[in-house]
């Protein structure tokens, strides 16, 4: 079963614009990564964020934990064309234990 | 700067034939792993080895068995292939559990 359960499913934005995606989950974990895949790729890590963290910033990605609502949110600033790709969080449970993946924000930025 | 290769990067099968998938990375991390990703289903861990010499399942493992072969490979393999099967299958690598993940580019493997 799906820990973590993104929102929106897909997100069309202007270039310059700022987006957000959301993660929710449910039980409560160690850690939330945030991960990027272009169409074709693997996925690329952008961010963790630990359980005792609140907010981690990397470039224009700036992401914010909320534990006691379980969920999480991927701020990217100033959009470009280049961020068209999906968006997924993965949740790890306890130190050791697998990731779990959301099935992805699909993200549009229009020139 | 390869990463994790994966090969090879397209396959079509018949149902009930066989086939390994190779993964190798050059980062020197000590754990691997295999997932697949389906439409609607984002990515589903079947296998993964926490260091060499060890393989434990993980959420779909049925139909599939692995091998970590030394530190830097580790493969997956289906030994009667199903339809079901059919998916893009993606192998990563970290330095240890609890750090990110660094993914190939995959596997499309289609099961007729």
């Known amino acids: 079963s799906q820990q973590g359960e993104e929102d929106p499913q897909a997100l069309s934005i202007q270039e310059g614009e700022n987006a957000t995606m959301n993660c929710s989950y449910k039980t409560s974990i160690n850690n939330l990564q945030w991960y990027r895949q272009n169409s074709g790729r693997g996925l690329v890590h952008l961010i963790l964020?630990?359980?005792?963290?609140r907010e981690k910033h990397s470039g224009r990605l700036r992401v914010t934990l909320d534990t006691s609502k379980k969920s999480s949110s991927l701020l990217i600033t100033a959009s470009r064309a280049a961020d068209t790709a999906s968006y997924f969080c993965a949740t790890q449970e306890t130190s050791g234990s697998r990731l779990t993946f959301g099935e992805g924000t699909q993200l549009t930025v229009n020139p | 700067n390869a990463g994790v290769t994966q090969t090879p990067k397209f396959q079509v099968l018949k149902t009930g034939q066989s086939m390994t998938l190779q993964c190798a990375q050059d980062?020197?991390?000590?754990?691997m792993y295999w997932y697949r990703q389906d439409p609607g289903m984002g990515l589903r861990l079947i296998y993964y080895s926490a260091s060499e010499g060890t393989t434990d399942k993980g959420e779909v493992p049925n139909g599939y068995n692995v091998s970590r072969l030394n530190k830097r490979e580790f493969s997956l393999r289906l030994e009667s292939a199903a339809p079901s099967q059919t998916s893009v299958y993606f192998c990563a690598c970290s330095t240890v559990l609890d750090q990110p993940q660094h993914f190939g580019d995959g596997t499309r493997l289609s099961i007729l």
């Open positions: 964020i630990r359980s005792n963290e």
């Open positions: 980062m020197n991390h000590n754990s």
